[in-house]
């Protein structure tokens, strides 16, 4: 039996359980992205604090595959990259870990709720992690000035979030495909 027409326009998300293989495979490999991105933004002065990239990734797995996948991706990226190449300082990992967690939570709701990508709801789920991110990151540290820092300087790596996650995450969910 076919579906309504709005059945058939929604994207295509997933939500994967922990005992699955599949959700530790897609993890890893979003682990990788996370962890081969900030290399190549590091390459420029201040490239983390411009373009953010440690939460990409974890936007695109929490999004299109749910908040298991996202959650791994984002307990072990900032913690694989701080190991692997001394970033981000051990001292700030709650921070980041904090952050890309609730990204994570933020953009599984955003799948589950609206069942399709849109600019609008990748800046809800941006700002949504960024504001809370950044009152946790206040209170943790005890400074306004570190949690505004992704405000003053992380502009470019949120649109980049937003825009290129709208495009990728457009292509994973078939949400582009014509029929």
């Known amino acids: 039996m076919k579906g309504t027409n ?3 326009a929604s994207a295509r998300f997933y939500s994967l359980d922990f005992t699955q293989v599949k959700t530790y ?11 081969v991105l900030p290399q190549l933004c590091h390459l420029m002065p201040q490239g983390g604090m411009i ?6 990734f974890t936007l695109i797995g929490a999004y299109q595959f749910g908040w298991k996948v996202g ?5 072990a990226s900032p913690v694989a990259n701080s190991l692997l190449f001394g970033m981000p300082d051990p001292a700030l990992l709650p921070v980041i870990l904090v952050k890309s967690s ?6 599984a709701f955003a799948a589950k709720r609206y069942r399709k990508v849109t600019v609008p709801v ?7 992690y960024q ?3 950044g009152l946790f990151e206040w209170a943790f540290s005890g400074s306004l000035d570190a949690a505004l820092q992704d405000f003053r300087l992380g502009v470019p790596g949120m649109a980049f979030q937003i825009l290129a996650g709208y495009v990728l995450l457009g292509l994973l969910s078939g949400q582009f495909n014509k029929k």
């Open 6 to 8: 709005a059945q058939e």
């Open 25 to 35: 495979l897609l993890a890893f490999l979003f682990v990788a992205g996370n962890v």
């Open 51 to 56: 373009w953010l990239p440690i939460y990409f």
């Open 71 to 75: 959650l791994l991706v984002a307990a």
């Open 102 to 107: 609730l990204l994570a939570f933020a953009a």
């Open 122 to 128: 990748l800046l809800l789920v941006v700002l949504a």
């Open 131 to 133: 504001i809370s991110g």
